[in-house]
């Protein structure tokens, strides 16, 4: 039961920051909205930053889960890089919410600690498409130069992302994606 309840947090918490208008996210409000008192909440998690953390994490296990699945079920590094830059669009354009926790503007005014570790994940999905690019550096005999690449796509996905939320959500992060593809992955 209690682990039903923290996860609807997060639920509602998620939904709100869904909100086109960016309204800072209270406990008051978020506590309205699941129709109990802020104590409710606080017997969950010790504090917002507890309940943004367990958004991060939600974020980190379905993403990582996703890439991790392509490394070891595509052989092809560059068709890997093309995967996992198409899932963590799509994974943005079906949790809008989360797109404004991964670009950091949910996380503004909140714990210092949340954005180092959203700057972590950036890190760790830039170290992923950097082996994937690698291997493609091996299988094809071209330079790639992985580090440069790997930043340069890293960066794109990021935009796409901020663009995604700075829209209200209009501006849908697998617009172009096919043609941007072929310029970033092929180019």
Not at 30 to 50: C, D, G, I, T
Request: hydrophobic share 45%; proline share 2%; net charge neutral.
């Amino acid at each position: 039961m209690a682990g039903e309840r923290k996860q609807q947090i997060l639920e509602i918490l998620a939904k709100m920051l869904e909100a086109p208008k960016h309204e800072k996210i209270t406990t008051a409000a978020l506590a309205a909205r699941l129709e109990v008192s802020e104590a409710a909440l606080y017997r969950h998690f010790a504090s917002k930053a507890q309940m943004f953390e367990g958004l991060i994490e939600f974020i980190e296990l379905s993403l990582f889960g996703l890439l991790n699945k392509i490394s070891s079920e595509e052989e092809e590094g560059l068709k890997q890089v093309r995967r996992m830059l198409t899932v963590m669009l799509l994974f943005a354009e079906k949790n809008p919410g989360m797109t404004r926790v991964l670009i950091g503007d949910a996380l503004v005014n909140e714990d210092d600690r949340l954005q180092a570790r959203i700057n972590q994940l950036y890190d760790r999905v830039e170290s992923t498409l950097k082996q994937s690019l690698r291997i493609a550096e091996a299988q094809t005999g071209r330079t790639l130069e992985p580090e440069a690449q790997a930043n340069l796509l890293l960066c794109f996905v990021i935009g796409r992302w901020q663009q995604f939320a700075k829209s209200g959500f209009k501006r849908k992060p697998m617009e172009f994606m096919q043609q941007q593809l072929s310029m970033l992955v092929n180019g």
